[in-house]
């Protein structure tokens, strides 16, 4: 059955900035509701009797974001018993783990902007944002020793995940490593652990069978992999005007993504262009200058491929999953991972 266009979770979803429409009515009711759940247990799980941890612990809940890990959790649950409780409180620690992340990423980077709105640590100093996204780890905590024993186990190794790929980016490429492949192994780390431990979470703890819950942490990883290599393509190849985002981001922060990384591979790239990525940028000009030499460079290519790969594994993951609403929901989010960067 088809929903109007104004059904209230895809306005949701295309409102948080994630350009899928979930037709099915029942899983669009069961989807939104348990998002509804997952709102409402987040914010009573950072009530604190200091009122001040609490209004930092709400600043980036309340700046939005597109709540995808939630919603990821809710669509891989969907093929056990989606209303358990389990489910979401599991939902609500995946996106508390990674808001606290976020918290310590604007330290780490020295932002100011973070969701359209100032930063933590702009807003107040770089103490309180460290200690607000530890107060979010320690509520998120709270909230899954709820779930056992081999809940912990397996977020314990998340979260050494998520540490690693960050060591593992500040440090940089070593002597005898391959740009692309740390650069590759780091996005995983960083965005695609999270993710995959949202599609086992919600597998597992909706009653979904053993292969199911594999098959999910594996399309969480492809998924969460792809959105860093589409955003990375957003920053070089889409209009602000279009992506809402500012051109060339990572190119005067000196970060160095994947078209980036294929362009300085390829011998016969511009030496003009090789100079550019040598260094941060911060004059417009260069910024202008590089985003035209990668537009034009076969490392912009390389990489729109390398997503093509990423999406079409996902693709035959997906295949393996029971022919339900969900597994087309989740068909129709990996189109829009790759579609959203054309």
Not at 176 to 192: C, M, N, R
Not at 242 to 271: C, N, Q, W
Not at 302 to 307: K, S, V
Request: aromatic share 6%.
């Amino acid at each position: 059955m088809s929903r109007p266009a104004s059904d209230p979770i895809s306005e949701l979803i295309k409102g948080r900035g994630i350009g899928i429409d979930i037709a099915d009515s029942a899983l669009s009711d069961s989807v939104q509701q348990g998002i509804e759940r997952v709102e409402q247990l987040l914010r009573e799980s950072v009530r604190s009797d200091f009122d001040f941890a609490t209004r930092t612990s709400l600043h980036l809940m309340e700046a939005g974001g597109k709540r995808f890990r939630p919603l990821f959790t809710l669509l891989a649950a969907q093929f056990g018993d989606p209303h358990a409780d389990e489910v979401i409180k599991s939902a609500a620690v995946v996106e508390m783990i990674h808001l606290a992340t976020l918290y310590h990423d604007d330290v780490m980077d020295e932002a100011t902007m973070r969701r359209g709105a100032t930063s933590a640590n702009a807003r107040w100093d770089n103490s309180i944002a460290i200690l607000a996204g530890d107060f979010l780890f320690a509520q998120a905590s709270a909230l899954i020793a709820d779930l056992g024993a081999e809940a912990v186990r397996d977020m314990a190794r998340t979260f050494e995940l998520l540490v690693t790929g960050q060591m593992r980016e500040t440090v940089g490429v070593g002597p005898d490593e391959d740009a692309v492949e740390v650069y590759l192994q780091v996005i995983y780390e960083k965005t695609g652990s999270l993710i995959a431990t949202a599609g086992r979470f919600g597998a597992w703890f909706s009653g979904a069978d053993e292969a199911t819950i594999e098959s999910l942490d594996r399309i969480g990883r492809l998924i969460g992999i792809g959105f860093q290599i589409s955003d990375d393509i957003i920053d070089i190849a889409s209009p602000a005007d279009e992506s809402g985002k500012t051109p060339g981001t990572d190119l005067r922060e000196g970060v160095s993504t994947l078209p980036m990384l294929y362009a300085l591979a390829d011998p016969d790239t511009d030496p003009r262009l090789r100079d550019l990525l040598s260094r941060p940028l911060s004059e417009d000009a260069e910024v202008y200058e590089a985003l035209d030499l990668l537009r034009a460079s076969n490392g912009l290519e390389r990489t729109r491929a390398t997503l093509d790969e990423y999406a079409g594994d996902a693709r035959k993951e997906l295949a393996s999953l029971p022919d339900t609403p969900a597994r087309e929901a989740l068909s129709t989010l990996v189109d829009y991972v790759v579609a959203r960067t054309r």
